[in-house]
């Protein structure tokens, strides 16, 4: 497919050299105002890595041209999120904080612990990232707590300070930067007598890549549809009998 790329930071940058070494020629470092510096003509698909200022306008160009899109951009409004549904009703999009096929399974894995242990263990979140990430909690933490709590149950903590008090029904999300830290999810079940803690860190930015672009396979048969992370690990289902659940089809 032809592609383009929103975004020359870190990401975007990581992407493109990944994807030139893949032998994809196609590839253009879109910016603002989306002029396609290397393609003669739109791409078939683009990556957004950017910022959510730059999210009408690619949803605009998108739709204009049926591009495809796989948004890793993070910290959209409600309004802007909207915006993006109500685009893919027209066009396929994925959309994911975080791509790891690692933080994929977990989220399916706290689907499943989550309703058994909610009633007796306390739950908190310890996201940790590199002494630049200018956003905190992480997306990726927003998107486990809301995982974990779809039934809002919990009151969803930022961090504590001061007499905080007794411990309600809530979720405790602690940020912490520092250094060259790819990206660490924690999640802790802490119960009478015993706990249960998984982890998810990330070495490198590399393995994001690889999901964005295992993300964009993913995409290249579809005509239209909200899509995240989870749906990928359906072909895996699907392989085995199993078909998985997609939106807007």
């Keep these: 497919m032809r592609l383009?790329?929103?975004?020359?930071?870190?990401?975007?940058?990581?992407?493109k050299q990944t994807l030139e070494k893949q032998n994809n020629e196609s590839i253009a470092a879109v910016h603002r105002g989306y002029e396609l510096q290397t393609l003669s003509e739109p791409p078939e698909l683009i990556f957004d890595f950017s910022h959510p200022?730059?999210?009408?306008?690619?949803?605009?160009?998108?739709?204009?041209?049926h591009v495809k899109l796989v948004l890793g951009t993070t910290n959209y409004t409600q309004k802007q999120?909207?915006?993006?549904?109500?685009?893919?009703?027209?066009?396929?999009?994925?959309?994911?904080?975080?791509?790891?096929?690692?933080?994929?399974?977990?989220?399916?894995?706290?689907?499943?612990?989550t309703p058994i242990l909610n009633e007796d263990f306390d739950i908190e979140i310890i996201e940790k990232h590199h002494n630049q990430k200018v956003d905190a909690p992480s997306g990726t933490a927003k998107q486990?707590?809301?995982?974990?709590?779809?039934?809002?149950?919990?009151?969803e903590l930022y961090g504590r300070r001061g007499e905080c008090g007794q411990r309600g029904k809530?979720?405790?999300?602690?940020?912490?930067?520092g250094g060259n830290l790819a990206g660490e999810?924690?999640?802790?079940?802490?119960g009478e007598d015993e706990s249960l803690e998984i982890t998810h860190k990330a070495v490198t930015k590399?393995?994001?890549?690889?999901?964005?672009?295992?993300?964009?396979?993913?995409?290249?048969?579809?005509?239209k549809g909200y899509y995240t992370m989870e749906d990928v690990l359906s072909m895996w289902e699907e392989v085995n009998g199993t078909s998985g659940n997609h939106r807007y089809d």
């Excluded at 383009?4 to 992407?15: H, N, P, R």
């Excluded at 590399?206 to 579809?222: E, P, T």
């Design 170 to 177: 809530e979720i405790g999300i602690h940020a912490i930067r």
């Design 144 to 155: 486990l707590a809301q995982i974990m709590n779809h039934m809002h149950q919990y009151n």
């Design 4 to 15: 383009g790329i929103v975004g020359t930071g870190k990401m975007g940058s990581l992407l």
């Design 81 to 113: 999120q909207l915006s993006i549904h109500a685009a893919a009703m027209q066009i396929p999009i994925i959309q994911e904080a975080n791509f790891s096929l690692g933080i994929a399974v977990l989220k399916q894995a706290l689907k499943q612990i």
């Design 185 to 190: 999810h924690t999640i802790l079940y802490l």
């Design 53 to 65: 200022d730059n999210l009408q306008a690619l949803l605009e160009y998108a739709l204009n041209h």
């Design 206 to 223: 590399q393995i994001f890549i690889h999901g964005a672009i295992k993300a964009a396979a993913f995409l290249s048969d579809k005509e």
